[in-house]
């Protein structure tokens, strides 16, 4: 297959959303009819939801289990059964988008402001596949920021904390007000530049009292799908 637009011509835009829904109708070939199934938040999974609407609306049965309040509201107007994790102990796939994918399939996501229930229902999950287009393909981690997810109490210490790594740090803003999660937690938004180290980083966060969780996922993808100008690259986790 392959796309009506390149990287280097026409609208960059378009080109961007050519390759998601080319890689969103991809992920679609990994669900099988009877799963529980993780549906992620963002522009790029926004259209696999879509298009597994489509499918139960032609008959395929799942069950599905939302990241957020935004997208268990696409779900519902497809029809497709929303469950939570008192009826389930596991999910099947889940299906979900990035922000930054590096060549070990380390993610940064987050930017939507779900990462804290993207990262619940990926460690529940027994696949994970991410969806993006080329633009989120990158070499080392950092080029965009990393979002930390904090109680609003502890927010003025995990900053200064978070500065004393080397990051520059700003709180996330909506409409004037901080943004607040689906928890009701704040979100600050940390550029530390190239992230050699993310493994250590994710430890040393997750270990810092008020921080709830952060954008950085770490040994949780199975396979990536990106869209380019092509067609979509599949890439796989090395066992």
């Not at 489509?54 to 497809?78: D, F, M, N």
């Not at 102990?89 to 922000?99: E, N, R």
């Not at 520059?168 to 550029?191: M, N, W, Y």
Request: proline share 4%; hydrophobic share 40%; glycine share 8%.
């Amino acid at each position: 297959m392959r796309m009506a637009w390149s990287q280097r011509e026409g609208n960059p835009t378009m080109t961007r959303d050519t390759e998601k829904v080319a890689a969103a109708r991809s992920s679609l070939r990994f669900v099988k009819d009877g799963d529980v199934v993780g549906l992620g938040s963002g522009s790029t999974a926004t259209y696999a939801v879509q298009f597994l609407g489509e499918l139960v609306q032609q008959g395929l049965r799942i069950r599905a289990i939302p990241t957020s309040a935004q997208t268990s509201s696409l779900a519902k107007t497809y029809g497709i059964p929303i469950i939570t994790f008192d009826e389930v102990d596991a999910i099947d796939i889940t299906i979900d988008g990035a922000d930054e994918v590096d060549p070990y399939l380390r993610l940064i996501k987050g930017r939507g402001g779900a990462l804290l229930h993207e990262k619940v229902v990926a460690s529940a999950s027994r696949r994970l596949v991410i969806i993006v287009d080329s633009s989120k393909r990158v070499s080392v981690l950092g080029k965009s920021a990393l979002p930390i997810e904090v109680i609003a109490f502890a927010e003025p210490i995990i900053r200064r904390r978070v500065e004393a790594l080397g990051a520059s740090v700003k709180l996330r803003q909506s409409d004037g007000a901080p943004f607040v999660t689906d928890e009701g937690h704040h979100i600050l938004d940390c550029h530390f530049g190239q992230i050699d180290h993310p493994i250590s980083l994710a430890r040393t966060l997750s270990n810092m009292p008020g921080v709830v969780e952060h954008g950085l996922f770490i040994d949780l993808t199975d396979i990536v799908l990106v869209g380019t100008a092509e067609g979509v690259i599949e890439l796989k986790r090395s066992e």
